[in-house]
């Protein structure tokens, strides 16, 4: 019988496997947070630009944070 230590020591096991894909998607999840508050939140605040180049950075920052999520999903799933 193989002992838990092992499991997860082991390279190619699914459990390391499974922390590995959670990992990334956690990374890119935060990554999509990140772009939505700085291509979103950020320029509405801000009175540097006119509104359409407001528009403009809402618009791509909503673009990005959605492509980012969605590479998120597609990491979680590869868990077994």
């Known amino acids: 019988?193989?002992?838990?230590?092992?499991?997860?020591?082991?390279?190619s096991s699914v459990l390391v496997s499974n922390e590995w894909a959670k990992l990334a998607a956690t990374f890119?999840?935060?990554?999509?947070?990140?772009?939505?508050?700085g291509g979103v939140i950020t320029p509405m605040f801000s009175d540097k630009f006119?509104?359409?180049a407001k528009g403009g950075i809402f618009f791509l920052g909503m673009i990005?944070?959605?492509?980012?999520h969605c590479i998120a999903r597609v990491f979680l799933t590869t868990l077994h």
């Open 28 to 37: 890119w999840n935060n990554s999509a947070v990140a772009a939505f508050v």
């Open 50 to 52: 006119s509104i359409l």
């Open 1 to 11: 019988m193989l002992d838990l230590l092992d499991l997860v020591t082991t390279p």
């Open 64 to 68: 990005i944070a959605v492509l980012f």
